[in-house]
């Protein structure tokens, strides 16, 4: 009896390292390919830093954070980044609800058809989805013009990812639509998981279709909707192939983001310095805004 | 805790891709070209000299057939027959290549040999001290046999040569015969010269317009594929620069560029374009939609839009004229293509030394035809002749006796060419005139210079 602490402590010792053990491979991943970047982008967003093998990197405290502020670029960019994130976030979760709701009872097979249909443009390639709807935009052929012309709607072909009036909405249906298939999978598996006797409990009671919503689903799939916040203003913020495959930011800036412009910066004008300060101030509002999420949901 | 939580996750994810935008190099930097810097260099005895590769790697752009797998593979055979030096060989884009590059740049991953011309080999890897100095290949036969204006683009100074020129071209900008003729517009050509006046261009493009409607060419601006078309076009309508000529400064905020770019908004059938890049712009005019290409050289007219379907001929099998750039009296100064191969020096001497072997091989050897007619381009090397037997080969020489300034080596140039389609994107959705065109050129001239 009295060595059995020390032989738990032992145990415990050899289950705790053979838990690391297990955890070590994706540690490794984690830190060399997350952590170690991520330091060093802090790092060199205080140094002038180029390519010049011959000028060293010059260290300038927060003065690439102060000229951000006075980048008309980067202000441009911010702005279509939360216009971005303000129009897509609501609008996938609120059609995605939807879109869930109408199928969620519906047959086995009917379900999982209508899962892969909105799964699809989630598990292409940004590649081939990008290659479609630049031929759906084609200002010179584009199928859009042409039901639209057919229609009556407009009389003479719009640029659509070639003017500044229409860039970035075409931009935003596109993330639309290869947004809405994640959550709409996540809101039909939650919503097979509200307890069915709860909702019949407040039938029963005189409740409404809507009123059931609202006081017993709505509260117990407010984790999945909670988590599809967060993933889509993510996304959201993030958004980047689409706009270096489509437009390179143009026309005239009109479809630039932060994400392409932290692109933009390092890659074509070689300041990597500059280029990271703005991820550093894009990850501070992507934090801000899922902490401002996370404060709301729990209130709800 | 979980806001904690949150907030560390989210900014993991963002920094995660950021930081993939570069390092702090210094304490990285691979140890600087002592070797291979001087011809003398070249004379110290072969027992001192380390070991030749046996192996290297070379990346390439699409530089004609030097993007076609099957022919750059018979080219290395026999370089690796005659040496016993394998090359593992690389096919970049000009859509991501760069970005590849300097990826593996900040990461010490380079290749051993680039090809590609002197405005990145020279102006921007050279000129950041990742280029291997090969001035010691060129002796003064070389020197008298290449093309002066090539040779001149590939020094960076007079001791310190980043490429060796291995073909050149002009570009040009190609016309649909069968539209023009069918426009009545084929008057304002001349088929024999290959040029044609401002005037005669604007009558042209009113012609093509009254009888198809719509764009009949465009101004493409969506990057920078393929922007030495559009500033030729710009330049040479009335006769503007787009930097002076001791390359230190962009000088395309001159009046005849501007006089250029609001003639160019102000006609019909020229559309300034920011969903096109240079590449969009030819498939358009392939398959007959624009009537036009400003984006056009020798490769295209061999082998239009890379489609393998006909020499000079559209996808509708229209005839495919090429023409110089249209000017006030009608003598162009056209944009030079320069192509060559440069070394990253990764401070191995043996990949070094065999690097410069495929060099010597390709570019100045018995091979070197071969390397040229892979191409598709011009020999850069005088006493090269790789295209005796090919009639539109010998037809489109009429164009090299109009090559302009190689301006691509002004300091800078990879932040001038985003400023100009940037630019370009600007004037296109201005409303016209003078004075909104005035201040977009003056704007992005001004960021161009900033970065000189």
Known sequence: MANQPSMSRALARRENIAGYLFMLPSLIFFVGFVVIPMVLCVYTSFFDSNMNQNTPDVFIGFANYAELWKDPVFIKALKN????????????????LWVASAIYRMKDSIMSLFRIIFYLPVVTGSVAVTVVW???????????????????????????????????WGIIIILLTTSVGQPIVLYVSALGNVDATLVEAAEVDGASDLQSFWKIRWPLIMPTTLYILVITTINSFQCFALIQLLTSGGPNYATETVMYYIYYTAFKLYRFGYGNAMGVILAIFIGLLSAVQFRLAKET | ????????????????????????????????????????????????APATASAIT?????IGGWGNEETVKALTDAFTAETGIAVTVEYLTYADGDDKVNTALTANQAPDLIMEGPERLVSNWGANGYMVNIADLFDAADKSELNAAALDACFADANTAYEYPLVMTAHCMGINLNAFKEAGADQYINTETHTWTTEQFISAVNALEAKFGGTVGAVYCSGQGGDQGTRALVNNLYGGTFTNAEHTQYTWDDAKNIQALKELYDLKGIAFDPSLVGGDEIALFYNGTLKMAFCWNIAQQLNPNSADTGAEKTANGDDIVFMAFPSEDGNAKLQG????????????QGRIDAAKQFIQFMCDSDHTVDAVRAANFFPARTTVDAWSDNPIMGEYNKLMPMLGDYYQVTTGWAQARTAWWNMLQQVGQSDGSEAAIKAAVDQFCAEANAGT
Not at chain 1, 154 to 167: E, K, M, S, V
Not at chain 2, 58 to 62: A, E, R
């Open chain 2, 58 to 62: 070379l990346w390439t752009y699409p």
């Open chain 2, 1 to 48: 805790m979980k806001k904690l939580l949150a907030l560390a996750l989210a900014m993991v994810m963002v920094l995660g891709l950021a930081a993939c935008g570069g390092t702090v190099t210094s304490t990285e930097t691979p140890a600087p070209a002592e070797t291979a810097t001087t011809p003398a260099d070249t004379a110290a005895p072969a027992d001192a």
């Open chain 1, 134 to 168: 630049k031929w759906i935009y084609n200002n010179y052929y584009g199928v859009l013009n042409y039901l639209l012309k057919g229609m009556g709607v407009i009389d003479q072909n719009i640029n659509w990812l070639g003017d500044q009036r229409f860039a970035l």
């Open chain 1, 81 to 96: 980044t939360f216009i971005i994130v303000f129009v897509s976030v609501p609008v996938v979760c609120i059609f995605s």
């Open chain 2, 337 to 348: 293509g320069i192509w060559g191969f440069g070394i990253f020096d990764n401070g191995d």
